[in-house]
């Protein structure tokens, strides 16, 4: 892996940066993971320079391997918790840098903790430093397990602060609140984008959420796990329109630093979710029943009046056709898995 970070990195070079060819950069930082890679893609082919700052904990240099291809990427392993040091011109950051994944997240939680709270405070004071516009990757974790829905902005959310959770949760709050003061005190241009949901292609094999789960048990013959009875609800949110909001969040009027809902309120059990992957997948699988995890949210739907009427987010991608196109990229890397492993076997 080492030889393939290096290949990575060979536009990240102070040389380059003194070449000054290029309009100032975009920083993505947790850009190997799901969502980041998406953003990085996305900022490629609209011919923007990016580096890519990420600990790959829970992403993957696969998800940024034909990115590799242009001159205007640039991959940098780094920590978020570390001080972030970068010598070129940078005019957005995009903090993405935070496993998201409530089994991943929980396998370290101090360091979530810490990716969360001094992550988020690396880059502030990076974006300081650079008079960079900077966009937090916060969450509908923020509202807990909530008591109204759908869920308002204005709500202030039902989050135990002392549980396995609370880690996340409690991070990103932290961090909306240092997004907050840099922008009162120090004059910063913020943008707070609270997730919902979202799934899609380059979501891990492992990663241990519920839509990766479900289709990765459901392609290999693997029972489907359902925690609890299924019941409660989530809304999902496909990659594509996610990632039209998270840009069109970074391009807004400055007014515009929200805290802002982005996902899609269409709301489904997660028992619907089981048996609509298994009847697209053609499964044979079993669904079974686990035990729900601790403070696990029993019902989840964005209020997106704030997006749609100030930035004109609109999802679009129906849950069928997402799961489709989702369905898709785990059959084509399962297979080139296997290929893989017959060859070298
Ligand atoms: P992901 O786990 O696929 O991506 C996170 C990326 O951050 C990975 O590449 C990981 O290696 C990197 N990372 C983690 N800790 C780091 C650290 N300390 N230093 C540097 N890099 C680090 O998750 P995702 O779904 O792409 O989520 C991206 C962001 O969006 C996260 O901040 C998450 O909290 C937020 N979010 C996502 C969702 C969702 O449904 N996908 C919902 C709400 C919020
Ligand atoms: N879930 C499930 N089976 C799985 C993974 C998750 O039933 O294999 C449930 C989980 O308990 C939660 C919902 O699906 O109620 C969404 O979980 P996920 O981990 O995707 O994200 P969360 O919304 O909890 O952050």
């Keep these: 892996m080492a030889g393939e970070i290096l290949a990575f990195d060979q536009n990240c070079s102070a040389e380059y940066a003194l070449r000054g060819k290029y309009e100032r950069s975009v920083l993505v930082a947790g850009g190997a993971g799901f ?20 600990n790959l904990m829970t992403g993957s240099l696969r998800n940024v391997r034909d990115l590799a ?12 918790i570390d001080p972030i040091v970068i010598e070129e011109p940078i005019s957005e950051i995009y903090n993405l840098a935070c496993p998201a994944s409530p089994e991943k997240y929980q396998r370290d939680p101090l360091h979530t903790f810490q990716t969360s709270v001094r992550g988020a405070e690396n880059l502030l004071m990076l974006a300081q430093a650079k008079g960079a516009r900077i966009l937090q990757a916060s969450t509908s974790e923020v509202y ?43 004059g910063l241009e913020v943008r707070v984008a609270r997730i919902f ?33 299924g ?23 400055p007014d515009c630093r929200g805290p802002m809902n982005l996902g899609n309120p269409v709301e489904f059990t997660v028992l619907e979710l089981a048996q609509k992957v298994l009847a697209k997948t053609g499964s044979h699988s079993p ?11 029993r019902q989840r739907r964005p209020d997106i009046t704030r ?39």
């Design 35 to 54: 969502l980041g890679s998406h953003i990085s893609a996305r900022l490629i082919a609209a011919g923007r320079r990016v580096i890519c700052l990420d």
């Design 231 to 253: 019941s409660q609800t989530r809304s999902f949110c496909y990659v594509d329109d996610l990632v039209d909001g998270l840009m069109a969040l970074m391009a807004s009027p």
């Design 69 to 80: 291809e242009s001159p205007n990427f640039c991959f940098r392993l780094h920590d978020v």
């Design 144 to 186: 807990g397990d909530p008591e109204t829905s759908p869920q308002q902005e204005s709500y202030r959310g039902a989050v135990n602060t002392f549980g396995p959770r609370a880690c996340y949760d409690e991070g990103k709050r932290a961090a909306e609140t240092l997004f907050y003061e840099y922008s009162v005190h120090r």
């Design 197 to 229: 949901n979202t799934y899609g292609p380059k979501m891990a094999h492992d990663d241990g959420r519920v839509v990766s789960n479900f289709i990765v048990q459901a392609l290999m013959g693997r029972p489907i796990t359902v925690y609890g009875d």
């Design 307 to 345: 997006a749609r009427e100030r930035i004109g987010f609109n999802p679009k991608v129906a849950l069928d056709q997402g799961l489709d196109a989702t369905i898709a990229y785990f059959v084509g890397t399962i297979e080139a898995d296997e290929a893989l492993v017959q060859r070298v076997s």
């Design 287 to 297: 669904i079974v029943f686990r035990a729900l995890p601790t403070d696990d949210p």
